[in-house]
């Protein structure tokens, strides 16, 4: 696979329920970001996580970061219907910001 | 809260013509980027800027590819002779350092159409 692939590629679940998306990547990486991108709009920062950290929280998210198996997973809790978007990890693995995006979770929470 | 802004939001445009899509970065920020997603694939890296010139590029920023900050707040991608394939959503982005682990602020996108 490419570097950042997400799984799964579209995700279903019912308001209050829990969604988990994962990422895998290749090479070595300094970080990792999620982001988020509402259908036709742009990709919103929802979270990074250095390469030297293991899990990290904001809000109703969680981010995992596993370097040895070179993958992370997201976990949003207690979803709402506005939760629904496309969710992106995208890892930078050298000085600078060029940020190397995966192919996506698409996430339908309903209501 | 300061936002990227793009314009314009779609563009169509005949294939071999010049496109300019337009952006303006959040004020205080110093490094500048052009994303691409075509339709149903992942979001591509196509070039940064910082301090008035390229500082990485991608592949698919070819010859026909140009950016430009021709004031001190619009930053621009210019396609000289557009093809099919450059029909894509184009995100610009901007970043206020430039260094590991900082966030991008991306802007809505402009969709441009090559027919």
């Known amino acids: 696979s490419q570097q950042g692939e997400e799984d799964p590629q579209a995700l279903s679940i019912q308001e209050g329920e829990n969604a988990t998306m994962n990422c895998s990547y290749k090479?070595?990486?300094?970080?990792l970001q999620w982001y988020r991108q509402n259908s036709g709009r742009g990709l919103v920062h929802l979270i990074l996580?250095?390469?030297?950290?293991r899990e990290k929280h904001s809000g109703r998210l969680r981010v995992t970061l596993d370097t040895s198996k070179k993958s992370s997973s997201l976990l949003i809790t207690a979803s709402r219907a506005a939760d629904t978007a496309s969710y992106f990890c995208a890892t930078d693995g050298a000085a600078g910001n060029k940020l190397t995006f995966g192919g996506g979770t698409r996430v339908l929470v309903k209501p | 809260e300061p936002e990227v802004t793009q314009t314009p939001s779609h563009q169509v445009t005949q294939m071999g013509q010049e496109v300019i899509l337009r952006c303006v970065p959040i004020s205080n920020h110093l490094y500048f980027y052009w994303y691409r997603q075509i339709l149903g694939q992942k979001v591509e890296f196509l070039v940064s800027?910082?301090?008035?010139?390229?500082?990485?590029k991608s592949e698919i920023f070819d010859d026909q590819f140009s950016v430009e900050r021709p004031d001190g707040s619009n930053f621009t991608l210019k396609i000289r002779s557009t093809k099919l394939e450059d029909s894509a959503m184009y995100f610009c982005?901007?970043?206020?350092?430039?260094?590991?682990?900082?966030?991008?602020?991306f802007g809505s996108g402009t969709q441009l159409s090559v027919l």
């Open positions: 800027f910082y301090n008035n010139e390229i500082s990485e």
């Open positions: 982005a901007s970043s206020e350092v430039r260094g590991v682990g900082e966030k991008l602020f």
């Open positions: 090479t070595s990486i300094n970080n």
């Open positions: 996580i250095r390469s030297n950290e």
